[in-house]
């Protein structure tokens, strides 16, 4: 793992080195899947960044806006990736540097933080670098056995809207060692205005798809349970424990489902 001073994340040699062996419908097969030599790129094209800004007319409503990717350095990821497969009648090589490049990847994080009074305009100096201390002042959510928030839900902390979106995507094949025709095929069709078009398109699902993890009820939970513990790990907090253990809650039983993953398997075959 190295980062340069201009901003490129490089981590040399296998990631990821996997050997499958797969029969199924009569197709026996050994397919070897590897990730190496992985690249990240334009770490440092951060070109706006707005933080906690006020919004008119919300009080407890802060504003973050951020611009990564802006010309001459897009943000971009680039990987070697090898496809190996050998059966009975089936004989692949494919070794290819797959990349991605984004342009002008923009985010907006609206972030509502309720602070109480009272541990805000009594707070020490001493404490001034401790992030529990902070988390302490902000009003905590009621939770269930479970860690679960009961309630309003939109009071304390919460992460009240979250866009990200990019202007341009591109993905580019590049064989190293291909034994299959489709693959330079799709070489050529990737560097198309269409295939450009589609990469963006897939690109800003995939974002909508994280933007989703992120602001969801897990990530939620974690902020409500920090936040009912934050007096426990705040020096200046009445209720402050040097080695405290953290909050138990009860585990939630999983609901049980029958899945048959036999028809997911035939498609990656």
């Not at 973050?64 to 070697?80: Q, R």
Request: charged share 20%.
């Amino acid at each position: 793992l190295k980062l340069d001073d201009e901003g490129v994340l490089f981590i040399s040699g296998d990631l990821v080195r996997k050997r499958l062996e797969i029969s199924i419908g009569g197709l026996n097969a050994i397919i070897e899947v590897g990730v190496s030599d992985v690249k990240v790129s334009g770490l440092d094209s951060l070109a706006a960044l707005k933080l906690l800004q006020p919004m008119v007319g919300e009080s407890s409503v802060l504003n973050n806006t951020a611009t990564f990717g802006v010309e001459p350095d897009p943000l971009a990821f680039s990987l070697t990736l090898l496809i190996k497969g050998k059966g009975d009648e089936v004989k692949v090589h494919n070794e290819v540097e797959l990349s991605l490049t984004l342009k002008d990847v923009g985010l907006m994080l609206q972030v509502l933080a309720q602070m109480m009074e009272p541990p805000f305009l009594n707070f020490p100096i001493e404490d001034v670098f401790n992030i529990n201390c902070w988390m302490n002042t902000i009003v905590k959510p009621v939770l269930d056995q479970y860690g679960m928030r009961v309630g309003d839900p939109n009071s304390g902390l919460v992460l009240s809207n979250l866009t990200v979106a990019v202007a341009q995507a591109e993905i580019n094949i590049k064989c190293i060692s291909c034994s299959s025709p489709m693959m330079l095929e799709l070489e050529e069709a990737m560097q198309s205005p269409e295939g450009v078009e589609d990469a963006t398109e897939v690109a800003n699902m995939f974002l909508d798809y994280g933007k989703d993890l992120l602001a969801g009820e897990n990530t939620q939970s974690n902020i409500d349970r920090t936040l009912n513990e934050a007096a426990y790990h705040c020096p200046h907090s009445p209720s402050y424990q040097q080695n405290f253990p953290g909050l138990e809650y009860e585990e939630m039983k999983p609901a049980q489902t029958n899945t048959d993953y036999s028809f997911l398997i035939a498609i990656i075959v």
